[in-house]
């Protein structure tokens, strides 16, 4: 339709610098460090299951509608849903979505870069030898020091929002894109030698029965909807990351090639990160339901002991930190980008706002692993809290919200101009998908979770 219409904050150099950008987005702290261990708490082969069928029927049709919304729109999640409720005659209610994926990228942030402030810790300690040789109590102690000292913690986080933060305020497409590049295949091979190294140990075999042998016994409603929601926070949808990367996209990119790239190398290396930390869990013994330390309190034990480990150990979570640092200037980009296009502000100015704001909020996250660890809502700490509603609840909401907006509100004609999809057919099962099984899926997940159904 438009063709001369474009985004104010540039336009990527062609496809691929979009695949890596949202690559960068999609990859991070949720496939390596959340996955892992949600896995553990949920059971194993179930939960995966569950995961994956996620991923195939609603992400990938997710992804394709917001990067489709966002090529359209050309703005901020807010700006695009507002230019496009009038293409499609809808209410401005619908501007909702892009209000609560602002503001669900801030509250991710808020602890994202506390974690990420873990994986920064590990950066020192990995390359100070700490861990040559430790035992499995050993390891586990020093996590639990981390977690007990909030001036650590305070420490690594300060940084980690630094960094995101002048990332951020030179504008997402120059150094850190190009940087990532070089860094997420670098990630890839790591992990490839740590499946490798895994698969020489013991219990591998007892891994991959515990990752791929479903026992649906397992798997509670509350567990469906954090399989489901993490399918949303793994892709980085339902919040406008990719639908503001979508506005850089040049016109005659494939959306659904491009969508299918970038889910398909996000599961692999979720599942490759699952396949090189379970072995060690049995091997040693360990809880695989330990929580959210999971990755901290394994993954030292097999760099103590294999050859090279503190040389590995430390580029591991170097690379971890790059990856996570990719998906955090994309939690933030919308609000920037907003404050930019309508508070009038500076680039630089936008992101000291929003990074004070959400470096603020990132200290209860903090206390919650100590001072704070006993005062609960719900049975949840602080920090439990926000992942449940942001990752559980907004996402999926805000993917159900876009669902219906392009299905069923969007002018068909619009929605398939922008796809360009050669077979007729395939057009109407991606139709089909978000139209009604997207919705429907969202919508019976969150009842059963409360109990209504199931
Ligand atoms: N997808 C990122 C991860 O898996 O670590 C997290 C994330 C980034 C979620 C951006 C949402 C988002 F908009």
């Known amino acids: 339709m438009d063709d001369t219409r474009q985004s104010v904050h540039g336009q990527w150099s062609g496809r691929w610098a979009f695949v890596f950008a949202a690559t960068g987005s999609a990859v991070g702290l949720g496939n390596i460090w959340k996955f892992p261990y949600i896995t553990g708490e949920n059971g194993g082969g179930a939960f995966v ?9 609603i992400g990938i049709p997710i992804m394709m509608a917001e990067i489709l919304l966002g090529r359209r729109g050309r703005g901020t999640p807010i700006n695009t849903m507002r230019r496009l409720l009038r293409e499609a005659g809808a209410h401005k209610a619908w501007q909702v979505v892009g209000w609560m994926g602002m503001l669900a990228g801030f509250l991710i942030l808020s602890y994202y870069s506390v974690i990420a402030g873990w994986a920064l810790a590990y950066v020192l300690r990995m390359g100070s030898g700490e861990f040559v040789d430790a035992t499995p109590e050993r390891v586990g102690e020093l996590f639990a020091g981390l977690l007990a000292s909030p001036g650590q913690l305070l420490f690594w986080h300060s940084l980690f929002m630094l960094m995101t933060m002048l990332v951020v305020a030179r504008g997402v497409e120059q150094g850190l894109e190009k940087a990532v590049r070089f860094l997420m295949p670098a990630l890839f091979v790591l992990l490839l030698i740590m499946v490798g190294y895994a698969m020489s140990m013991g219990a591998f075999s007892q891994a991959v029965d515990f990752l791929f042998s479903p026992d649906f016994s397992k798997i509670t409603g509350t567990g469906v909807l954090i399989a489901m929601g993490h399918a949303f926070f793994t892709l980085s949808l339902g919040m406008g990351a990719i639908m503001i990367y979508g506005a850089y996209l040049p016109r005659h990119t494939s959306i659904t090639q491009t969508s299918i790239m970038i889910a398909g190398a996000d599961t692999l290396v979720a599942l490759l990160a699952g396949l090189a930390i379970f072995p060690i869990v049995f091997a040693n013994g360990l809880e695989p339901g330990a929580g959210p330390g999971l990755i901290f309190e394994t993954l030292p034990i097999a760099f103590g002991h294999m050859p090279g480990g503190s040389l590995f150990g430390f580029l591991f979570f170097l690379l971890l930190v790059f990856a996570a640092w990719s998906s955090a200037i994309s939690l933030i980009e919308p609000a920037v980008t907003w404050l930019v296009e309508n508070r009038n502000m500076s680039r630089v100015r936008a992101c000291v706002w929003a990074g ?39 996402l999926p909401l805000g993917g159900l919200l876009i669902a219906i907006f392009v299905a069923w509100l969007l002018p068909r004609l619009s929605s398939q101009e922008e796809l360009a999809m050669r077979s007729e057919l395939a057009y109407h099962v991606w139709h089909g998908l978000v139209r009604y099984v997207t919705p429907l899926a969202v919508i019976i997940v969150f009842l059963n979770a409360i109990g209504v159904i199931g």
């Not at 006993?374 to 907004?394: P, R, S, V, W, Y």
């Open 356 to 394: 004070l704001a959400t470096w603020l909020l990132g200290i209860g996250t903090v206390l919650s692993f100590n001072y704070w660890s006993e005062i609960k809502l719900f049975g949840k700490t602080f920090f439990d809290l926000l992942d449940f509603l942001t990752a559980n609840i907004m």
């Open 49 to 57: 299951l569950i995961y994956l069928a996620c991923i195939a029927v």
